[in-house]
């Protein structure tokens, strides 16, 4: 071997050692030296990176690059330290019902009439969720033809700083035996891995209820090479053309601070740098169209010059639906969230959540009811598509006049895997700060609604299991409760019921979102296997809106683990091994 070879070779070894151990100059969270207001952001600056989007993808994304390279991280929320509503489990749901212009959850309705949410905050949608962490099974892994021991390396590298064991309270270890007793099995005891049956899964919530997200992967950054703009809302991604083909080059962004000033960052001389979107399953898409790449009818009549013509950007969208069954106690219940998962042979994922009242929030004196709040839009007395605000506004009222035993029990829910049925995205306006329209067509695809029926029967069948006994009134019949869930906000104490609803007008008249929505940026549609925007030359997007299907029982741990493995993978590409 020559001296240069070897000297390849060592440089080659040091630079993977660096980025699976990192720095000894990384920092710790909340006290980033690189997280910046974007107002005090230059007019003009230039990179070898720009990120658009600090979320669930984008954080372990850019700090894996800034490892090798300058890069820029743009997020068009604020930080999520310091707000309890986002750390502290016990206020779970009071950031999802928060509708103030700085909520770091920014709510849209879809077409389908169902209330949902979406990140503005660094960290994403890990700063919002019910906090469960899961890996892919192995078969997504290869259907998605991603490498294997990468994967795994990526999913540990996560795992360090964000992924806890739950400690199991007396409900959800009800329902683990329940799904036992009901034959969702083997128990796989705690696991991270996705495997038929019944589990434990992880959490991103620590022993003493504190939430851990994307943003603390964060810590795993090159201070020295990682900026990371608050406030930052992209405007467009702006082209080039080269070649006699004229094939458009990603060059630059323009974003504004939260004061409105607008600001360029530019891509530095070299053909390895890029811009990558990581703006999630709305903002992915929605960005494109706004830089001119999509469905070229839909973007002329927006007035937006056409840079490419893609019709398949923004199409493909999916979220999976959820139902779920309220279950009064007789006896109080723990406060919880995801922890437990029946993972079935037809399709369907049974989890739950329990609280007395679902605790209270620190920052009203009104109750939040969590997970299913009507607050968030989770349970109406209305179908989806008669939701309004004042529809909203009486549940709540009525809930808030409740005799707190009313509420004291939990829910058990089911989430479809897949989902088959698909949707569209489409503009509204050109302003990047407004939501597109959506729409999910939940249960278009008869074998979801299958599902479902099927998943609900699951959830029957635990509810009147002996492991549930304690957790259940003896006079409350199964029917009676389906019937009280579908007519009520949350129900009340038993009463009896004497007809029941067929189990397929159920799932349609409740259907609910658990945030798992994606698409819009497909894999081999809009995306090429490496995650580059076809047609396109420097731009990739990297997030939940490639995802044909969603990974596991819940993405968050796939979307962190994909931003990792893609750093790492771009960053050999530009080491050139």
Known sequence: MSTLGWWRLVYAAFAGFLLFHGFSASENAPNYSFMHNATSAPFLSYYDYIVVGGGTAG??????????????????????????????????????????????????ISTDGVIN???????????????????????????????????????EWVEKLVAFEPHLGHWQ?????????????????????????????????????????????L??????????????????????????????????????????????????????????ISAGALGSPQLLMLSGVGPVAHLRAHNIPVVLDQPLVGQGMCDNPMNAVF????????????????????????????????????????????????????????????RTPEAIARAVEYLDN???????????????????????LELQTRNPDDNPSVTFNYFQHPLDLQRCVQGIQTIGKIVESESFSK?????????????????????????????????????????MTIWHYHGGCQVSRVVDPDYKVLGVEALRVIDGSTFNYSPGTNPQATVMMLGRY????????????
């Open 59 to 108: 954080c372990p994304l850019a700090a894996t690059l800034s490892h090798r390279a300058n890069v820029l991280l743009l997020e068009r929320g604020g930080s999520p330290y310091g707000d309890p509503n986002i750390t502290k489990l016990v206020n779970f749901g009071a950031s999802l019902s928060d509708l103030s212009p700085w909520s770091p959850s920014q709510r849209f």
């Open 219 to 276: 810590e795993y950054a090159n201070p020295r090479g990682l900026t990371v703009l608050l406030y930052a809302t992209v405007q467009k991604i702006l082209f080039r053309f080269r070649g006699r083909r004229s094939r458009p080059v990603a060059y630059g962004v323009i974003f504004r601070d939260g004061s409105g000033i607008e600001h360029r960052a530019y891509l530095k001389y070299g053909f390895k740098n890029e811009i990558i």
């Open 566 to 577: 893609m750093g790492v993978k771009i960053l050999r590409e530009r080491l050139g091994n």
């Open 402 to 424: 409740l005799d707190q035993a009313a509420l004291q029990g939990g829910f058990i829910l089911e989430k479809i895997m897949g989902p088959i049925s698909t949707g569209h």
């Open 327 to 386: 279950v009064p106690s007789p006896i109080p219940v723990e406060v919880s969230l995801i922890e437990v998962v029946g993972i079935t042979h037809f399709g369907s994922y049974i989890e739950a959540a329990s609280g007395e009242t679902f605790s209270a929030s620190v920052t009203t004196t009104s109750r939040n009811y969590g997970m299913f709040s009507p607050k968030i839009g989770q349970l109406s007395t209305v179908p989806p598509k008669q």
């Open 471 to 511: 957790f259940r009134y003896d006079y409350m019949s199964w029917p009676g409760l389906v019937n009280k869930t579908e007519h009520s906000p949350i129900n009340l104490l038993p009463r009896h019921y004497n007809s029941s609803i067929p189990l397929e007008t159920f799932c349609r008249d409740t259907v």
């Open 173 to 217: 270890s009800a329902v683990r035996n329940g799904l036992l007793e009901v034959g969702v099995v083997p128990f796989n005891g705690f696991t991270f891995d996705h495997i038929n049956g019944t589990k434990v899964g992880g959490t991103i919530f620590d022993e003493q209820g504190n939430r851990h997200t994307a943003a603390d992967l």
């Open 117 to 155: 949410s979406r990140a503005r905050v660094l960290g994403g949608g890990s700063c919002l969720n019910a906090g469960f962490y899961t890996r892919a099974s192995p078969e997504y892994i290869r259907q998605a033809g991603w490498d294997g021991r990468l994967v795994n390396q990526s999913y």
